[in-house]
C-alpha cells in the first residue's frame, strides 16, 4: 500500500458524460501529479500540483481539468468524454518537488480504471 | 528531449534464475535520476528502485539492482532468483531538469516467471 488513495476505482460511463476522479495523496507529500495510461499511448503525464498550484502540464487535453484543494487532496475533471478516453487513471503524490531532487520518488495509487462506452 | 526506450516488449525466465530488464535513456543533462516501477496485473504501480547519475555505485535493493552504465546512457534492472510474483509490466523512468517537474516514462516490458 503505497498510502495514495484513489476513488472510484472503476467507473463506466457513455460518451459525452463528464466524471470527476480523486486522489488523496500520502501524509505530508504537497505533490500531486496525475496520469493516463492506455494501450495505445502507454504511460502519459498529464498535470502536476503542487501545495495547491499548477506547477506542471503534459498532455492533457483541455476537456480536462484538475485543481488541488488545501487539505492536498486533488480532483481530475474529464468531460465530453470520448470512446478514446477510456484508460487507467493514475494519481501519484511526492514530497517537495526541490528537496532530494532528482531523487524524488513518486508513489503511486491504485489508479482508477475509466471506462467510456 | 528526452527519451526512454526499452526494447524487449515481452520476455519470458524460469523461476529462480535472474533476468535482466533494458532500458536505455536519452538525455542532454547531467544531473537526472533513473526509476523502475512495476506494474502486476491488478494495475498499481509499485516504486522498485532508483539511480542518480552522481551516484557512484550501482543501486540495490533486495532482489533488485540496476545496472547503470553512464557513459552508454543504460540503465538496466537486474532481478535475481526471480519469483512467481515478479512476473509483471515493469517500467523504466527519468527525471532530468528538462522534465523536472515530471517522470518520463518507457513503454515497459512484460516479464512472465515460467515455474
Known amino acids: 500500500d503505497s498510502g495514495v488513495t484513489q476513488t472510484p476505482k472503476h467507473l463506466i460511463t457513455a460518451t459525452g458524460q463528464r466524471v470527476t476522479l480523486r486522489c488523496s495523496p500520502r501524509s505530508g507529500d504537497l505533490s500531486v501529479y496525475w496520469y493516463q495510461q492506455s494501450l495505445d499511448q502507454g504511460l502519459q503525464f498529464l498535470i502536476q500540483?503542487?501545495?495547491?498550484?499548477?506547477?506542471a502540464k503534459g498532455n492533457i487535453l483541455e476537456r480536462f481539468s484538475a485543481q488541488q484543494f488545501p487539505d492536498l487532496h486533488s480532483e481530475l475533471n474529464l468531460s465530453s468524454l470520448e470512446l478514446g478516453d477510456s484508460a487507467l487513471y493514475f494519481c501519484?503524490?511526492?514530497?517537495?518537488?526541490?528537496?532530494?531532487?532528482?531523487?524524488?520518488?513518486?508513489?503511486f495509487g491504485p489508479g482508477t480504471r475509466l471506462l467510456v462506452l | 528531449a528526452q527519451k526512454i526506450t526499452q526494447t524487449q516488449p515481452g520476455m519470458f525466465v524460469q523461476e529462480k534464475e535472474a533476468v535482466t530488464l533494458d532500458c536505455t535513456y536519452d538525455t542532454s543533462d547531467q544531473s537526472y535520476g533513473l526509476f523502475w516501477y512495476k506494474q502486476p496485473s491488478s494495475g498499481e504501480m509499485i516504486f522498485l528502485i532508483y539511480q542518480g547519475s552522481y551516484d557512484e555505485q550501482n543501486a540495490t535493493e533486495g532482489r533488485y539492482s540496476l545496472n547503470f552504465q553512464k557513459a552508454r546512457k543504460s540503465a538496466n534492472l537486474v532481478i535475481s532468483a526471480s519469483q512467481l510474483g515478479d512476473s509483471a509490466m515493469y517500467f523504466c523512468?527519468?527525471?532530468?531538469?528538462?522534465?523536472?517537474?515530471?517522470?518520463?516514462f518507457g513503454p515497459g516490458t512484460s516479464l512472465s516467471v515460467i515455474p
Open positions: 501519484a503524490s511526492s514530497v517537495v518537488p526541490l528537496a532530494g531532487w532528482p531523487r524524488e520518488t513518486q508513489y
Open positions: 523512468a527519468m527525471r532530468d531538469s528538462s522534465s523536472y517537474d515530471k517522470v518520463i
Open positions: 500540483y503542487y501545495n495547491g498550484e499548477e506547477r
